[in-house]
């Protein structure tokens, strides 16, 4: 008797390890995507950024150009 109530026990035991292993990879996968999501919008923004500065230098001496 005494030894069934251990192996159940140690069945749930193994079933709840079991069950925080698949929430551990779930969140580790989760978090994964969101630092690649992360790093791709920086990414976009700084060749953003790049652009616009290229595009106020162009009109800058656009203007230095016209003044002349």
């Known amino acids: 008797m005494d030894l069934r109530a ?4 140690y069945k749930n ?4 390890l079991l069950s925080l292993e698949q929430n551990f ?3 580790t ?5 969101m630092e690649e ?7 976009v923004n700084i ?5 616009l500065r290229q595009e106020i230098d162009d009109q800058k001496n656009f203007l230095v150009d016209r003044k002349k």
Request: charge should be positive.
């Open 6 to 9: 251990r192996e159940r026990e």
């Open 13 to 16: 035991l193994q079933d709840q």
């Open 25 to 27: 990879n779930r969140v």
């Open 29 to 33: 996968d989760d978090k994964r995507r």
């Open 37 to 43: 999501d992360y790093r791709s919008r920086v990414e």
């Open 47 to 51: 060749n953003m950024i790049q652009t």
